[in-house]
């Protein structure tokens, strides 16, 4: 209770927002949250109610769900198939839609298959390939940097075992290098970002300074409750507002400039980084984490020789360019249509983190307008 009165105070907020109007002083500006719960908890508790119209706060690539392309789910789904396989993977990913295998099963979900588990971490999967020596665990391998130690000491841990019935499907994806290409992408027009929490306790602060030297991108890490966002809002407005441009840390009770080591470690200890494709935005260089050649044994697309297949993106779904945060839900043409939480067209209205997911739930006025 304590906590909640401390970080969700409402006398509090509204004091932060006018702080944050009399900052902008009739001036419009645009910055991005790259956190999918950043993003959730801004409509959640009606932050951006809050908030003057002239500031633009848009939602960008931090839903790990919703990032990854539909390529990767017709790979998962076509391992599903094969025989002998069990797809082991958390929740979120279940009702991602793919391409390849109709409209009537084009999710992991929708294919009805008893070979396909969730789990709630890396070691459940472990202990299902124990348990199941004549069988091929494949764990399907999604997220940040958040995920990728927890991922990276499942590997090390199959190796000291000796099993050689486990493996990732990896679509790891890191941060710095893909707000770096939301920069370049001058349709956008960003004037600051609030960084990833979650992520920066792994990496820290440092691997962002590269946007404030090279770009003048001010960027503040935050955290997730109420006041700790308006308060980022507020840190990043002030650089702005002063032509400064630097690496500020808010949730400094969880957050350090270097980030945890220890997780760090075991990150380049398994991995190595690599190209990787996000939906809506394309292939960003060295922006996703492989597996280094000592533990390719555990890499799943080399194993089975998955097939990259032809996918066909559904017609209409604007996810890509809610990503890259140049369209919103209510422009989309589907959006509380044919694209319901209930039946899902995109990954942005599946994965409790999507930018669709969120304004569904907490913006259905919205939803009406546009019926």
């Known amino acids: 209770m304590k906590y909640m009165t401390e970080f969700r105070d409402k006398e509090l907020a509204r004091g932060l927002a006018l702080r944050i109007s009399s900052l902008l002083d009739g001036r419009c500006y645009t910055i991005m949250e790259v956190c999918g719960t950043h993003t959730m908890n801004v409509f959640r508790y009606g932050l951006k109610g809050l908030l003057p119209a002239n500031l633009r706060l848009l939602s960008g690539p931090g839903c790990p769900v919703c990032v990854t392309p539909t390529s990767y789910i017709d790979q998962a789904i076509t391992l599903a198939h094969v025989p002998g396989v069990i797809i082991c993977t958390f929740g979120d990913m279940l009702r991602v839609p793919g391409s390849i295998t109709g409209d009537t099963a084009n ?17 459940d999967a472990l202990s299902m390939a124990e348990a199941n020596p004549d069988k091929k665990v494949v764990f399907l391998g999604v997220g940040f940097e958040t995920t990728a130690p927890t991922i990276a000491a499942s590997v090390l841990e199959a190796d000291r075992k000796g099993l050689r019935n486990y493996f990732v499907l990896c679509a790891h994806k890191t941060m710095p290098q893909v707000m770096r290409s939301l920069v370049e992408d001058q349709t956008i027009g960003l004037q600051g970002f609030i960084c990833p929490a979650h992520v920066s306790t792994i990496i820290g602060s440092r691997p962002y300074e590269f946007l404030a030297r090279e770009f003048g991108i001010p960027c503040v890490i935050a955290g997730f409750e109420p006041l700790d966002i308006l308060h980022g809002i507020h840190i990043l407005l002030g650089q702005i507002v002063r032509g400064e441009a630097r690496v500020e840390i808010q949730y400094s009770r969880v957050a350090r400039p270097e980030g945890n080591p ?28 492989g597996l280094r050649s000592r533990y390719q044994r555990f890499d799943a697309a080399l194993h089975f020789s998955v097939p990259a297949p032809r996918t066909r993106e559904p017609k209409g779904c604007l996810c890509g360019d809610m990503l890259r945060g140049v369209k919103t839900p209510p422009d989309c043409p589907l959006f509380g249509r044919t694209c319901t939480p209930s039946r899902p067209v995109g990954p942005c209205m599946v994965s409790s983190e999507g930018t669709c997911a969120a304004w569904f739930k907490y913006q259905g006025e919205i939803m009406q307008e546009k019926g």
């Open 107 to 123: 999710s992991l979900e929708r294919l009805a298959l008893g070979n396909v588990k969730v789990v709630y971490s890396t070691a």
């Open 262 to 289: 220890r997780a760090q470690a075991v990150i380049e200890e398994v991995f190595e980084p690599c190209d990787a494709e996000w939906r809506g935005i394309g292939v960003v260089p060295m922006s996703g984490l």
